[in-house]
């Protein structure tokens, strides 16, 4: 049993033709996730499986639809009593934790908007999202390294009123105590609508700090491109994406098209380094039928002996963040029979492009165009139409627009000019194939891609700009084959410092501490002087060619 059927007009067609030109979403006027996916499966199907948790210690957690629903409620009448109300700000630093769900579930109760935060974030990270958010609250995991970043962060920020923790941890109050002493009848309050603001991402910023980007009640339903159409996630199935509650793939494949889709969650709880051995196993002894994860993870699976898993209940396997190598996908498919379909997209968006159920993949390929986005390659303001030229991925709105933001929270004139002209411009750069499948070749704005991490060059930039070494520097991505992209640094030594082994090591060090870790330069590269332009500015693209 599923809720497709009432949001979209058909989902069986015999090739992607037939999906392109034929699927369609209903006129829908009003639509609350929680209320009309969570609540209304726990009155139809009150024991159907919603998540299945497990971490690296053995622990496990099943909840059903009926269980998240009545948790969610206790949830949201424990922030509506401690004054919280529709509109205000709460930020989570979960991890992978089973909590996140229930919060995720009862701020959408209550309106209460929610932004999802990595765990890496460091004091100065959280003291910045904080501030420019206003955030009255946080939700956190309880591992020692991010209770301390936190607690850190508090003392610069008197409006952050609760700091709220999955565990019991001096400095902050215990959640899930908490919402023990509330009713599972969700209390009155004044309920959100359609286009009211849901939830916020933090960009990885490329020319500036980090963007929120801000996405409406509407976001979900876009998401049933990317569960259904692309992950092919089955009605009481069990997709796992690899990806941490903090960031925009959780999303895409951890919550919303899958639980619209009918298929239950799985998710695996670790802190620290991935090791693929891990992961494995959990594939057969939890029967996991859909898997989302990036190149980056496929590319330390087949190093394994894959011949020793089982991987007889997987029916589709799907990657996005970066193109795949073809020799990753030749040695995936050779081990499980199964070819895994690529996707690309952004924080500010669902799937935008794929390999979707009714596509041939073609490996390294961003896939062909969604159907709720009208895509296109433009050249400055012309559509490009012939094949193999270059271009930027631009979508072309249209009236009743589902899965892309609504703009840029407290940012007006970043709104404007990304939706304000009638198109949204992707940053990414492609070209189209004569089968109409598109290719990625670049980001327009520098981003790095790396082991399936958006990193923006400024916020790398900045924190190497803080060593007393460091007169100037450009921050670029270099070509790795595990990772896709690593981050190199080109640097310009202060008077008095002297390139050395040893320095790199300490620069490294400091970036490492100055923002979140996966951040941090693994190349470093000493020069005499950065390329620029006439008018002073670094050119990154000569950097890379070199």
Not at 346 to 366: D, N
Request: hydrophobic share 40%; net charge neutral.
């Amino acid at each position: 049993m599923n809720l497709l059927t009432k949001y979209i007009n058909q989902k069986t067609f015999s090739n992607y033709e037939d999906f392109a030109n034929n699927v369609s979403f209903f006129d829908i006027k009003e639509f609350n996730f929680a209320f009309d996916v969570i609540d209304e499966y726990a009155k139809i199907a009150p024991f159907k499986r919603a998540l299945v948790w497990c971490d690296d210690s053995g622990a496990e957690k099943i909840l059903t639809f009926k269980e998240l629903s009545i948790l969610s409620n206790k949830t949201a009448n424990m922030l509506l009593a401690k004054g919280f109300k529709k509109g205000d700000f709460i930020m989570t630093m979960l991890n992978r934790r089973y909590e996140y769900y229930i919060v995720a579930v009862a701020l959408c109760k209550i309106g209460v908007v929610i932004i999802p935060a990595t765990c890496l974030l460091t004091p100065k990270d959280i003291v910045y999202r904080c501030v420019n958010a206003d955030v009255k609250a946080i939700i956190s995991t309880n591992e020692i390294p991010v209770n301390e970043a936190i607690l850190q962060a508090k003392q610069l920020l008197p409006n952050l009123e609760f700091l709220f923790n999955v565990g019991s941890v001096p400095g902050f109050l215990n959640f899930n105590e908490e919402i023990l002493n509330y009713s599972d009848v969700l209390n009155a309050c004044d309920k959100p609508q359609l286009d009211d603001k849901m939830l916020v991402y933090f960009t990885s910023g490329t020319t500036g700090y980090p963007k929120m980007v801000a996405h409406s009640f509407k976001y979900p339903l876009g998401h049933i491109m990317t569960a259904y159409f692309w992950q092919a996630v089955q009605d009481d199935g069990l997709h796992f994406t690899m990806a941490e509650t903090g960031w925009a793939k959780f999303s895409w494949g951890q919550i919303y098209g899958q639980w619209i889709a009918g298929s239950a969650v799985f998710c695996y709880d670790y802190f620290g380094r991935f090791t693929p051995t891990d992961v494995l196993p959990l594939i057969s002894k939890y029967k996991i039928s859909t898997f989302c994860a990036p190149p980056t993870i496929y590319r330390f699976l087949i190093r394994e002996d894959l011949s020793q898993f089982d991987f007889s209940s997987l029916s589709s396997c799907t990657t996005a963040g970066e193109p795949l190598n073809a020799e990753v996908f030749k040695l995936f498919k050779q081990a499980t029979g199964i070819s895994i379909r690529e996707g690309f997209g952004q924080s500010e968006s669902a799937v935008i492009l794929a390999t979707f159920r009714y596509c041939e993949p073609k490996p390294g390929s961003m896939g062909l165009p969604a159907p709720i986005y009208n895509v296109t390659l433009m050249d400055g303001a012309n559509d490009i139409t012939e094949s193999e030229k270059v271009g930027e991925v631009v979508i072309k709105l249209k009236n009743n627009q589902f899965g892309l933001l609504i703009g840029y929270h407290k940012d007006s004139q970043k709104t404007i000019d990304a939706l304000a002209y009638g198109c949204y411009s992707t940053g990414d750069l492609a070209y189209r194939d004569s089968d109409g499948y598109y290719w990625f070749v670049g980001r327009k704005d520098d981003i790095i891609k790396s082991s399936g991490y958006r990193i923006g060059p400024f916020e790398v930039e900045s924190a190497l700009q803080e060593h007393p070494s460091v007169l100037e520097c450009a921050v670029t991505g270099e070509p790795d084959p595990l990772r896709g992209q690593i981050v190199k640094a080109t640097i310009v030594l202060a008077p008095g410092y002297a390139p050395s082994d040893a320095l790199k090591k300490e620069i490294q060090d400091h970036v490492k501490n100055a923002t979140a870790p996966y951040k941090y330069p693994r190349v470093i590269e000493f020069v005499d002087a950065l390329p620029k332009t006439i008018s002073g500015k670094i050119k990154r693209k000569d950097i890379r060619k070199r």
